[in-house]
DNA sequence: TAGATTGTTAATCGATTAACAATC
DNA sequence: TAGATTGTTAATCGATTAACAATC
């Protein structure tokens, strides 16, 4: 394993210290666009990684994440300079940089609220637990769901769900409830302490400013998907 | 039921005729940072409808898509002119043409590629019948699972994936098979005619430039919200 | 040294915001 | 008419791209 140039946890750059806790910086710096890539370039470093590769370049990596080089490079510029000019970049040093930023160097714990069909997937979802998330609870409104055991954990009843964001200490809740109930029990996850919520149910949720909330509709993906079929197909089959 | 000032179907926008085939300019004017707010405002409409209301203002509409009325307004803007200055939108006028802008006029069909927890999950999801969306076939690599019933629906070797997809005639599939075999199942997929793909599977598919791809990386959400949380106790309960 | 590749700069592009004239 | 609300304009902001000097 070669030396890398750059001692890790040196402060090297004037944006990310290497300081873990108490640095805010890099926190504010990193434009949005940015960190949602990030997770992009960790899954690339990790396939780079897998195949005995030391080195890599931003070509080749901004091939494996799907991105042009330039941009790659721009995003990591962000975090600092990990790279070497005329070398590249050391697949491990770049690899825990990122997971630095991320914040994947501490455990995070993750509740699931809504355990039916999509709830039950996401719990058994291999990629939580791999990617340093911890799933410490489950809940349900539905009586004949609590007290059942799903991925190794008793699903606990909706009426506890503060009781068990505090007894865990889970600091993000992923929601797939049915859309009715979601903002309700979003506003329960904010007050129980929970400050990041990635949620399934449609429709938007109101959330204070210290609270991180990330969407995912499959139904909106689908039209979007309709959009383009429709911009598409109405070109009569010409081109 | 309040006639709109503007017969449906008139040509009323430069940018927007209301011609439903042939007319590639609204796909090619729509910004696609509107299109993708586009299902939000549907589901807003739909709601402020079921309420019983006929006529709705940009800043209701606004609120309960969780953006501001000024962006509500621009992004409409780009469809036509659909309000009426001091009055509002009409709600079913509106609804209907950002139905047939989406593509929802017509009925999309909808194939599962990967029928585990996910692909089981998403194959009983209400909200793509619901939607416009027809669900025509579901396909598995697994021999356990060929040959069940899911969703009303028998499952089909992987070996037939062209053969369900020209007999059914999807044009949008769910992938929802391992990371592994993404990119094969996609090739596949485009090779036999599919044109919009929502995939599941973490790691960026490569497609020709007339296939759309919308990809939902739950880890990689997930990752996104440690970044806010570390951002956050790294200030150590400051604040 | 010569070749390679980064990190950064500057230019371009697209999206958002705010304000207000148009007009119902 | 007076009040309300849209549709549009212009300004701002942020993200992307391309090129290249720095430097390994």
């Known amino acids: 394993m070669p030396a890398p140039r750059v001692t890790e946890g040196r402060v090297d750059d004037r944006r990310t210290a290497g300081r873990r806790s108490g640095d805010r910086r890099a926190g504010q710096s990193v434009p949005p666009a940015t960190v949602a890539r990030l997770p992009g370039y960790l899954r690339a470093l990790e396939a780079t990684a897998s195949q005995g590769a030391v080195l890599t370049s931003s070509d080749e990596l901004a091939a494996r994440a799907g991105v042009t080089p330039a941009q790659l490079r721009k995003d990591l510029s962000f975090l600092g300079s990990y790279g070497r000019r005329g070398v590249g ?133 689908l039209q979007i998907l309709a959009f383009h079929d429709r911009a598409r197909s109405a070109d009569g089959g010409a081109s």
């Open 89 to 221: 970049y050391d697949v491990g040093h770049l690899r825990e940089q990122i997971t630095v930023v991320l914040g994947l160097a501490d455990v995070r714990r993750v509740i699931v609220v809504g355990v039916g069909n999509l709830g039950h997937a996401l719990a058994n979802y291999a990629g939580i637990a791999e990617r340093g998330f911890a799933l410490v609870g489950l809940v349900d409104a539905d009586p004949a769901v609590v007290g059942s055991t799903v991925a190794g954990l008793v699903v606990e009843p909706a009426d506890d769900l503060r009781g068990v964001v505090s007894r865990t200490g889970a600091t993000i809740a992923v929601l797939t409830t049915p859309a009715a109930v979601a903002q309700q029990v979003c506003d329960e996850l904010v007050a129980a302490g929970v400050v990041g919520i990635l949620t399934f149910a449609p429709g938007a949720l109101r959330v204070p400013p210290h609270v991180d909330v990330r969407a995912v509709d499959v139904a909106s993906e």
